[in-house]
Every structure is written in structure tokens, then in C-alpha cells.
């Protein structure tokens, strides 16, 4: 029987504190879920974690609804879960034209998960790195357009003066470990990253961003924003597979979860392995091809850990 402490959290981009209702639901599209039964399982939280959004408000919201974290009005429904966002493993932003209305949803939706017990952990993605620093590279038109023009798009980056540079300064992760059992970057982790430790590399990442400089190494490849040798099976299965084995050992985890490298030519969750990678950026947004998903992994109060992929055709262990 699912515990009265049952938790789900869920991990995303972010929008202003106390902003509006969005009132977009004409036009979403409803997804069917079918139903999945917890009834065999203790389970004590639940974790939700999405893959890059992309500035694709409207997959944004379908994906959260999928996961049942927010209502038809876009309101936190997800109770005690906690959502990680790997966009939400980092890259709320760029390639679509909507990054006001994501960041705008998810400062709504912090403080309401918190009020409910939840929580929303944000992570660094290349893309914000990208824009605090100024590259503008993968920026859209009609996205520059949306903030009034180049200028104001900037300002509103600005980590010491504008609204989104300022809340992705002071609240996104480069690294997160969840409860001791998974860890999560936008990107592949690396060994020599790894052994310095999470606390070390979320420091290093505010300390650089704070002193405006972009262009460190912990911000280039094989840092944790950049890096895709795991994704990419750059060494073969061996080499890969062991060093997944030496990151799990540096941070004490079972699994490790990153975005950043699209798999939508399968629209599903890559793992590798046997369970101790995962790449969660499956192309959610429309600019991939809309390919919504999400990792579930539900603590149980045995210690151990159920992980499943969330589709819109229903629920699956991996």
C-alpha cells in the first residue's frame, strides 16, 4: 500500500514567484496514461526527473501533466513528490520561443511544491550557461522578439540584475545526488569531475558564474554540461561501463542520469549498464520532435529503488 509519506519530486525549469495563472490549457492535447498499480509496493517517495524542454512551453506542461505533477491550470498537484529537471537536467532554453513562459511556470510552481511538502530541483544546463555568458547561438527570433528585443533579452539574463539570470544563478545545480542512490547532470559525467565531489563542483559552478566567467573548464567537455562520451559510448561497452563504475564509486550512488544528448530517434530513455546510466533527454520538445517521457524512481522503505519510464502509452520498469 502507498505510505501517507508518499513523495514525488520533480525537477524543472522555473518562472517568477507569484506570476499569473497561464491559462494555456485550449491548447494542450490530452495524454492518456494508463493507470499504474503501487498496490504491491511500499513505496515512501517518488521522484520525478524530465529531460531537456528547450523554451517548448506547451511539451512542458504536457509532460508534467503526464506525470501527474500539475493540474489544468498548471497549478502543483504532485503533493510530496520531488521533480528534477535535467532541463530539468538543465536546457529549459534556447531552440523554441517560449523561455519567458517556461522559467515564468516554474517560479510559480517552486514555492507551491514546497508548500505542499515537494520539491523542485533545477540543473544547470549548457544552454544557460550559454546565455548568461552571452552566446546566443541557438536563440530564436521569435524568442528574441518575445522579451522586446535584443537588449531586454539580455537584460533579463543578467545574473546580478535580471529575473531569469538571477533565478537560475541562485537556485540551479550543476550536480545533484538524490537521497544517496542516483546522481543527475545535464550532461555525462567524468571521472576526473567526479572525484571532486559534489559539493566541490556545485561551488565551482556558482563561483564562476557569479565572477561572470563562462569559459571555464568545469564549463566546456567532459564537464558535466557538455560531456557525452557515456551517451555516445565513446570507448565501447567496457570502457563506458567502467567508468560509470568508477563515477558510482566516487559519489557512493547506484545510478547516474543525465539529458543533453537527444535520443529522438527512439523517442524513449536510454540505458546502459544494466540499469546504471541513463540518458533522459528522449526529444520532449517540438523542435526533437515532441517526444514526451519521464524517469520515475520510487524509494521504497526497504531502501531499495522501483525505476520506470513514464510514456504517454503508460509506464514501464527499466
Same mark, same amino acid.
Given at each position: 500500500?502507498?505510505?501517507?509519506?508518499?513523495?514525488?519530486?520533480?525537477?524543472?525549469?522555473?518562472?517568477?514567484?507569484?506570476?499569473?495563472?497561464?491559462?494555456?490549457?485550449?491548447?494542450?492535447?490530452?495524454?492518456?496514461?494508463?493507470?499504474?498499480?503501487?498496490?504491491?509496493?511500499?513505496?515512501?517517495?517518488?521522484?520525478?526527473?524530465?529531460?531537456?524542454?528547450?523554451?517548448?512551453?506547451?511539451?512542458?506542461?504536457?509532460?508534467?501533466? &503526464? !506525470? +501527474?505533477?500539475?493540474?489544468?491550470?498548471?497549478?502543483?498537484?504532485? /503533493?510530496?513528490?520531488?521533480?528534477?529537471?535535467? @532541463?530539468? %537536467?538543465?536546457?529549459?532554453?534556447?531552440?523554441?520561443?517560449?523561455?519567458?513562459?517556461?522559467?515564468?511556470?516554474?517560479?510559480?510552481?517552486?514555492?507551491?511544491?514546497?508548500?505542499?511538502?515537494?520539491?523542485?530541483?533545477?540543473?544547470?544546463?549548457?544552454?544557460?550557461?550559454?546565455?548568461?555568458?552571452?552566446?546566443?547561438?541557438?536563440?530564436?527570433?521569435?524568442?528574441?522578439?518575445?522579451?522586446?528585443?535584443?537588449?531586454?533579452?539580455?537584460?533579463?539574463?543578467?545574473?546580478?540584475?535580471?529575473?531569469?539570470?538571477?533565478?537560475?544563478?541562485?537556485?540551479?545545480?550543476?550536480?545533484?545526488?538524490?537521497?544517496?542512490?542516483?546522481?543527475?547532470?545535464?550532461?555525462?559525467?567524468?571521472?576526473?569531475?567526479?572525484?571532486?565531489?559534489?559539493?566541490?563542483?556545485?561551488?565551482?559552478?556558482?563561483?564562476?558564474? &557569479? !565572477? +561572470?566567467?563562462?569559459?571555464?573548464?568545469?564549463?566546456?567537455?567532459? /564537464?558535466?554540461?557538455?560531456?557525452?562520451?557515456? @551517451?555516445? %559510448?565513446?570507448?565501447?561497452?567496457?570502457?563506458?561501463?567502467?567508468?560509470?563504475?568508477?563515477?558510482?564509486?566516487?559519489?557512493?550512488?547506484?545510478?547516474?542520469?543525465?539529458?543533453?544528448?537527444?535520443?529522438?530517434?527512439?523517442?524513449?530513455?536510454?540505458?546502459?549498464?544494466?540499469?546504471?546510466?541513463?540518458?533522459?533527454?528522449?526529444?520532449?520538445?517540438?523542435?526533437?520532435?515532441?517526444?514526451?517521457?519521464?524517469?520515475?524512481?520510487?524509494?521504497?522503505?526497504?531502501?531499495?529503488?522501483?525505476?520506470?519510464?513514464?510514456?504517454?502509452?503508460?509506464?514501464?520498469?527499466?
Amino acid at each position: 500500500m502507498v505510505g501517507k509519506s508518499f513523495v514525488a519530486a520533480l525537477v524543472c525549469a522555473v518562472a517568477l514567484v507569484g506570476a499569473a495563472p497561464l491559462d494555456r490549457s485550449a491548447e494542450l492535447v490530452p495524454i492518456p496514461v494508463r493507470p499504474v498499480n503501487l498496490a504491491a509496493s511500499a513505496v515512501a517517495h517518488r521522484i520525478v526527473a524530465v529531460g531537456d524542454i528547450h523554451s517548448d512551453v506547451k511539451a512542458c506542461v504536457g509532460v508534467l501533466k &503526464m !506525470a +501527474g505533477l500539475i493540474d489544468s491550470k498548471e497549478n502543483w498537484i504532485g /503533493g510530496t513528490n520531488t521533480f528534477i529537471s535535467t @532541463a530539468k %537536467n538543465g536546457d529549459l532554453v534556447d531552440r523554441g520561443s517560449d523561455t519567458i513562459a517556461v522559467y515564468k511556470l516554474f517560479q510559480k510552481l517552486r514555492p507551491q511544491a514546497a508548500a505542499a511538502g515537494g520539491e523542485i530541483i533545477n540543473l544547470l544546463g549548457n544552454h544557460e550557461v550559454m546565455n548568461m555568458g552571452g552566446d546566443l547561438r541557438y536563440v530564436t527570433k521569435e524568442d528574441i522578439a518575445s522579451f522586446g528585443g535584443s537588449s531586454k533579452r539580455k537584460a533579463a539574463w543578467d545574473v546580478k540584475s535580471g529575473w531569469i539570470g538571477q533565478f537560475v544563478s541562485q537556485n540551479f545545480k550543476i550536480t545533484h545526488i538524490q537521497n544517496g542512490h542516483t546522481v543527475f547532470s545535464h550532461g555525462d559525467q567524468h571521472p576526473d569531475w567526479a572525484k571532486l565531489g559534489v559539493d566541490t563542483l556545485n561551488k565551482m559552478s556558482y563561483d564562476n558564474i &557569479m !565572477a +561572470g566567467k563562462f569559459k571555464e573548464p568545469i564549463f566546456k567537455t567532459p /564537464g558535466p554540461l557538455w560531456n557525452r562520451a557515456l @551517451a555516445e %559510448n565513446e570507448g565501447g561497452d567496457k570502457v563506458t561501463c567502467a567508468d560509470i563504475e568508477t563515477i558510482k564509486k566516487y559519489y557512493g550512488v547506484k545510478r547516474l542520469v543525465s539529458g543533453h544528448t537527444a535520443q529522438d530517434e527512439t523517442g524513449r530513455i536510454l540505458s546502459r549498464c544494466n540499469g546504471s546510466y541513463m540518458v533522459i533527454d528522449t526529444g520532449i520538445s517540438a523542435y526533437y520532435g515532441t517526444h514526451y517521457s519521464a524517469l520515475e524512481i520510487l524509494e521504497m522503505t526497504d531502501g531499495t529503488q522501483g525505476v520506470y519510464a513514464i510514456y504517454p502509452s503508460g509506464k514501464s520498469p527499466i
